[in-house]
């Protein structure tokens, strides 16, 4: 056997600090081939709509440029008939060329055509856009959003935060709620009440989770707060990691009422005096009710001392209208992208 020489004490470190710049160099590389690939993709749908502006070049001509491109460059798949009338389409989208390398090129294509398939107003789509590549979202997980209305709902809750929270935590206290919640995954009818439901949100709490948004962390559902020798249970409690503090959810199955906040003003308070430590920030509270009247959730939440708000959550939810446009669906362009439409087994 091999002597085995001993290593410097600080070997391991400096090995663990190398393999994180090799990552860290891969995925920047990945990154450039990316939005090189993507700013291609632009470049050659731009050429296709100057071309067929000027020429009137029509189908027949893409599906010969189609097998040209396919048979100089047979290792790369991106060269589809489909694939190219997509191009087509992300250069109508983005006229502009910085857009395309300041900001949808850091996507990959996939999901450029998620944006294009799904949203029809670009400022929706660089929404989505950047809110994809601040959190990594994958293709999958940016479509559910984007079908979900994640960025149309954020920030809507009606709440007191502005007036009992300081800036900048109240800004990100709003924008860390919704309105309206969308909880068609938790299999429960509209004749559900407050009890089913939790035990649906506890059933499905990686949906719940994903649905509430960034930051929340479950802590648990009937929460036991002893106060004053008598018991109490908080419906549903999280943790915010960004707002490092206590999220009570108080579930309610009718309409929002005014005396709502009395009992989750009580509920904030005993979270602060029996769990709250010294570095977290004050509890926040959020009614979740199944419709309210706007003017008196702000005339109730205005009389309360305490930060909370409320929002409405909705059991069964359709993708509207306006968010569908006349493209492929994600199937069909993730056939086009493997190189298995018909259009590619033209000889």
Known sequence: MPDIVPLPADYATWL??????IHNAQQRAALAVNRELVLLYWQIGRDILARQGREGWGAKVIERLAQD???????????????LMYMRAFAEAWPDAEIVQQAVGQLPWGHNLVLLAKLKAPDQRLAYAHRAIQHGWS???????IERRLLEREGKAVSNFSLQLPKPHSDLAQESLKDPYLFDFLGVGNEAGERAMEEAIVHHITGFLLELGAGFAFVGRQVHLEVGGEDFFIDLLFYHLKLRCYVVIELKAGAFKPEHTGQLGFYLSAVDGELKSEHDNPTIGLLLCRSKNKVVAEYALRDSSQPMG?????LIEALPAELQTSLPSIEAIEQALSGETAADETP
């Open 310 to 314: 409320v929002a409405e959550y909705q």
């Open 139 to 145: 293709r999958n997980v940016l479509a559910i959003h």
């Open 69 to 83: 491109l396919r048979g100089a460059f047979p290792e790369m798949k991106g060269f589809s008939r489909a694939n």
């Open 16 to 21: 663990a600090e190398l393999k994180a710049r």
